[in-house]
């Protein structure tokens, strides 16, 4: 009997030895994103970079924008409107604690709300709470949003990053602290290297699988890929570099994904500043750039061409590419009608995405063919925003406007196209208010067709969502539908 049971273990330690060991499946992940934020709080600055990184992680709104655009619940659990469309009433989810232990309470749906509203406010969205009347705390976990008029995107525009929920105990120490409610808390932040978000292991909700993420950055397009090849990133969402994509899809280590965005990539114009506050200067810059050449040259062909902002991929697009087709002849008699025969200087400030370094060459070129001399501007984000789209000390700049259903942003008298057509503000106004499906399409092609008559900007083309990852990762999204690295429902497969 001994005899037996000793052959058995020794069988059964043979088989052992001989048996494929099992991975444990990883639950970190590190993600290369190209910009460092200036910040980490999404209600007090315009850059893409901070919704990227704490957008649904770290910070959440009443509503959330899934993957394909739609509006989800989050901090409201559901809603009622009223008839008239003109009061909200949110029921809130209980139990939830920001990630300093305070209770989240309607009090802090109110406070947040009002102070995005508040006269010195620095949310950069500011617009977007413009038709709110009052928000009141019913109680603990309802909250009454009233309007002062209907505004059917409102459930939407409380998705964005710009209205995510935040308490006054931590507000104003966001930007270098970050405390929301979300699945993630903030770990750390080494400037100029990355960003840590831990799992938060007391959130109210579903939790999430991976335990840590760092977001890496990496804004050169070289090393970009050379740390995907090595294995140092596990994954860029936002892959800068469309040359090595080829390479890429061959290799079966990686998944290519290549998804649309809300990126309207335009020669961002000041519409104030001499000559460009004439139109026929403006019409003359759209014959005189080649959209084509700008996607192959500077994009490898990932890229979609527009004639208006507005995306592609959205049911009420009208494609205007045909309105200032690549005409130089036109460009230069457009510019000589103007005043400027001979051409003129000016400059233009590119931010660091390869999109407009490289656009911004191609660009150049084109316009020195009709007499307009650029000096190239290279400048990093942080004095981009300072200059260029605060102070409004620019001439040209090349950027994507990557906020979800945004051409509202050319109503804006203060914005930093500095552009002002009262039909334009109309249609807007309009806009806002209907609810009739057939009739915003018919507002949304009229507003596409004024900004696009005026050449308010150089409509350049549509931001590909070119995402890269390790093939055994799962959950990452393949549409960009708002600013966000959403890892919510990210894990690794064995």
Known sequence: MLRKLTLAASVAAISLLGATPVMAERTDIILGV??????????????????????????EGLTRIDQNGAVQPALAKNWTISDDGLVYVFTLNSGVKFHDGTSFEAGDVAFSINRAMADDSTNAQKALFE???????????????????????LLFNLGWGDAVI??????DNNKTSPVGTGPFVFSKWIKGDSVQI???DAYWGTPVKLEKATFKIISDATAAFASLMAGDVDAFANFGSPENIPQLQADPRFTVSIGSTEGETI???NNKKPPFDNLKVRQALAHAINRQSIIDGAMFGQGTPIGTHFAPHHAAYLDLTDKYPYNPARAKELLAEAGYPDGFKATIK????????????????????????????????????????????????IVSHTEPMDIGIYARDDYYFQYSNQAFKDVIKKLAAEANPAKRTALMQQAQ???????????????????????????????????????TGVYWEN
């Open 34 to 59: 190209a910009l460092e934020p200036t910040h980490l709080d999404p209600t007090a600055g315009a850059a893409a970079s901070i919704d990227e990184i704490v957008y649904a992680n770290i910070f």
């Open 131 to 153: 038709p709110i009347a009052s928000v009141e705390a019913v109680d603990a976990t309802t909250v009454k949003i009233t309007l002062k008029r209907p505004t059917g995107s």
């Open 166 to 171: 935040v308490a006054p105990e931590s507000a």
């Open 198 to 200: 831990l799992r938060n």
């Open 267 to 269: 020669l961002s114009t």
């Open 350 to 397: 590119l931010p660091p995405p390869s999109y407009a370094r490289r656009g911004g060459e191609i660009i150049a070129s084109d316009l020195r063919k009709v007499g307009i001399d650029l000096e190239i501007i290279p400048v990093e984000w942080g004095p981009w925003i300072k200059d260029v789209f605060k102070a409004k000390d620019y001439d040209l700049t």
């Open 449 to 487: 067709t004024i900004i696009s008559d005026d050449a308010v900007n150089g409509f350049l083309f549509q931001l590909a969502k070119t995402g890269v990852w390790n093939s055994k990762i799962k959950g990452m999204w393949a549409n960009a539908p708002v600013q966000a690295n959403d890892l």
